[in-house]
């Protein structure tokens, strides 16, 4: 159902929440959203072949981290609906977004988790979650990929997560 608001041209979509309440939204903000989606997505697949190229396996993490438990948990399977009857189910809505491993002597490898961030910026939630990855010495070393825009070209660069740690309160 589209609406139009009475004082301007601003049109409105009604969807229903999964609690089953009727929220209204912006169409102007639902383009702009799904830009912002694709583009992380092609951001992501940089980052994983920009890894795969410094001689790291990738792989997607597909789970995430109960905090309140204190226990690593199978991420939530995410149904994404882009027509009346077609969607697509999506799997890797974990934390860190990939995982990457490299042989490091005869029978040692080195495991790094990989979050991407167009920003570089985690919020409270995530910085929590490092933290715990890292105590819990899950990932030897916890990477946040941020994008670099330099002339027409885009760059990324990555942060060691315990830097950002140590600057939080």
Do not use: H
Not at 79 to 92: D, E, Y
């Amino acid at each position: 159902m589209e609406l139009k608001s009475a004082d301007s041209e601003v049109e409105y979509k009604a969807t229903v929440s999964d609690d089953g309440k009727v929220v209204l939204k912006k169409k102007s903000k639902i383009k702009s959203g799904s830009k912002s989606r694709s583009g992380g997505g092609q951001f992501e697949l940089r980052v994983r072949k920009d890894l795969e190229e410094m001689g790291w396996i990738v792989d997607k993490w597909s789970n995430n981290l109960d905090l309140e438990k204190g226990e690593i948990i199978p991420a939530k399977r995410k149904f994404a609906r882009f027509n009346k009857n077609m969607g697509v189910m999506t799997i890797g809505t974990g934390f860190p977004d990939f995982i990457a491993f490299q042989l490091m002597g005869e029978d040692k490898y080195k495991i790094i988790g990989v979050e991407v961030k167009m920003n570089g910026k985690l919020n409270k939630t995530e910085k929590e979650k490092c933290r715990w990855y890292l105590e819990n010495k899950i990932f030897s070393k916890l990477l946040i990929a941020k994008k670099i825009k330099e002339k027409n070209r885009v760059r990324v660069e990555y942060t060691n997560a315990s830097k950002i740690l140590k600057r939080m309160r």
